[in-house]
């Protein structure tokens, strides 16, 4: 499907893949912020294309083992003088 470091290309890619989705479409993300912005992307971009795309997009708490709503993430780590987190994961849904 691609890798979401590759910003637009990814995405386009990722838009053939969910169009040949009929139906119910579940999917696991793993979100790279530094390489998104190199590519002219961001985190924000990629959630708010998935859900222009109907589907309900969650974030993976690691820590806490759920699942927490996508604008709850923090892309910039306070403790790191706000540097970018390393990755993110996203559980996204379709029915």
Request: glycine residues 10%; hydrophobic residues 40%; contains cysteine.
């Amino acid at each position: 499907m691609g890798r979401m470091e590759h910003g637009d290309g990814m995405l386009r890619g990722m838009e053939r893949f969910i169009s040949r989705s009929e139906t119910h479409l579940e999917m696991f993300l793993e979100c790279y912020p530094a390489g998104l912005e190199e590519a002219g992307a961001s985190g924000e971009l990629v959630v708010d294309w998935l859900r222009a795309h109907h589907l309900a997009v969650m974030a993976i708490n690691e820590k806490a083992r759920r699942f927490v709503p996508a604008d709850s993430i923090y892309l910039r780590t306070p403790s790191f003088g706000g540097e970018l987190v390393r990755a993110f994961n996203l559980y996204c849904l379709r029915n």
